[in-house]
């Protein structure tokens, strides 16, 4: 007769069978015993490069694309004003087409500075990865040039070191960055454009200059003011499973 095996109740499925028992099938260094966790955080850290690449492209892209709007503009508003001078509808002209180039700057700006969360978030994500290298190789930690802890410190160190943590250091910083620049550039345009609107109703010049330069400064020390408290709201929303040691609380 043909013999059969029939699998007794002790053979029970489990989550995930790896050597140990159902205690290692969670989180923590358990799972990282697993041989299969080591190709499961490589392919991780490739995605998180991947995802990092793709909002460079984008966050450039953006950048490059009201910057080649704007200055099309300008020189279609230059050419124009070649041809019917310093008049009323020159202005009028000017007034609309400087507030729809304010407009794709902030558009551009809210994006990209979306995408430099986004990146800050993948940072985070590939240290926390090499923290897990560290936990399954220890004694690694002086063939890495970059940290493996997550805090927000240690995240942010890949763009200069501890000394860029300062306030003044930090927004110093923020100004060489595409959001920075943008802003800048957007102020700018906020600027011109209450110089064209004074100018269109009382055509003075001076006091068009005075009032372009007034909300210029006042477009820039808003900006300065929403950024910061955009950044203290980002980094407190961050969670840390890995600080580093002495590492203090979350700060912008």
């Known amino acids: 007769m043909e013999e059969r095996f029939v699998p007794g109740p002790a053979a029970e499925a489990r989550p995930m069978d790896t050597p140990g028992g159902d205690d290692r099938a969670g989180t923590g260094p358990a799972a990282i015993d697993d041989p299969r966790a080591l190709q499961i955080l490589t392919t991780e850290h ?64 809210g994006r990209i500075s979306a995408a430099s969360n986004e990146d800050i978030r993948y940072l985070q994500g590939m240290n926390r990865l090499r923290h897990a290298y560290h936990e399954m190789v220890p004694g690694l930690e002086s063939y890495f040039i970059t940290s493996h802890h997550d805090d927000m410190e240690s995240v942010l160190a890949i763009y200069g070191g501890p000394e860029e943590f300062s306030q003044a250091r930090g927004i110093a910083h923020g100004f060489t960055t595409m959001p920075g620049m943008i802003a800048v550039i957007c102020s700018g345009v906020a600027g011109g454009l209450v110089a064209v609107l004074v100018l269109l109703a009382t055509h003075d010049p001076f006091l068009a200059g005075a009032a372009g330069l ?39």
């Open 46 to 109: 490739w995605s998180l490069l991947t995802a990092r690449s793709l909002v460079y492209n984008e966050t450039f892209a953006r950048g490059g694309m009201f910057l080649a709007f704007l200055s099309a503009t300008l020189l279609v508003l230059g050419l124009i004003s070649t041809a019917t001078g310093f008049s009323d509808a020159f202005l009028s002209v000017a007034a609309i087409v400087l507030a729809l180039d304010l407009f794709i700057g902030l558009a551009s700006l």
């Open 214 to 252: 007034i909300g210029f400064i006042g477009w820039f020390v808003a900006a300065v003011a929403l950024a910061l408290r955009a950044v203290d709201r980002f980094v407190s929303s961050v969670e840390s499973k890995f600080p580093a040691p002495g590492a203090g609380p979350p700060r912008p």
